[in-house]
């Protein structure tokens, strides 16, 4: 995997992203992190996860994370419709979905029509800068939404 292969180089850059740099290390801890808590959620080897992030930190640590606990990830494009991210949700055997705050109105349109247990939102300002966090459309509307409520 990518962090044995850099055993030797953990402080090495892994990810350069808008002037930030995160060591393999760093790297290392937030994936232990992510992939703890996708266990400690019920997740495991052979479950199936609908993940609608690109481009930034959070989805190298989700793709890591999912895969250090046998998850299979299934990834959509951000700019995808509502139908077909519906018809990804249905056609996989999906218990979690992760998305950008920004999809979650295309989301909530179908959500309970599926089997989907929880979404989690992640914010793409999360990874910005200090500089880059402060918006005047910056709304921390949702968190995890649980589909079976």
């Known amino acids: 995997m990518v962090f044995g292969e850099n055993e030797d180089n953990l402080e090495s850059p892994a990810i350069e992203y808008l002037g930030?740099?995160?060591?393999?290390?760093?790297l290392k801890q937030e994936t232990d992190k992510a992939a703890s808590a996708f266990y400690k959620?019920?997740?495991g080897v052979g479950d199936v996860v609908l993940v609608g992030?690109?481009?930034c930190p959070e989805a190298i640590v989700t793709l890591l994370a999912l895969n250090k606990i046998g998850v299979t990830s299934r990834w959509f494009d951000i700019r995808t419709s509502e139908k077909e991210i519906e018809k990804y949700a249905n056609n996989?055997?999906?218990?979690?979905?992760?998305?950008f705050d920004m999809l979650?109105?295309?989301i909530e349109?179908?959500?309970n029509q599926t089997k989907i247990e929880k979404v989690l939102v992640l914010y793409?300002?999360?990874?910005?800068p200090l500089w880059g966090r402060f918006s005047p459309k910056a709304d921390r509307k949702f968190s995890v939404h649980s589909a079976c409520v």
Request: charged share 10%; aromatic share 10%.
């Open 124 to 128: 793409p300002t999360d990874s910005l």
């Open 20 to 26: 930030q740099v995160w060591s393999f290390n760093r």
């Open 53 to 55: 992030v690109s481009n």
């Open 41 to 43: 959620s019920g997740l």
């Open 92 to 99: 996989s055997n999906v218990r979690m979905m992760i998305a």
């Open 104 to 106: 979650m109105p295309k």
């Open 109 to 111: 349109t179908f959500i």
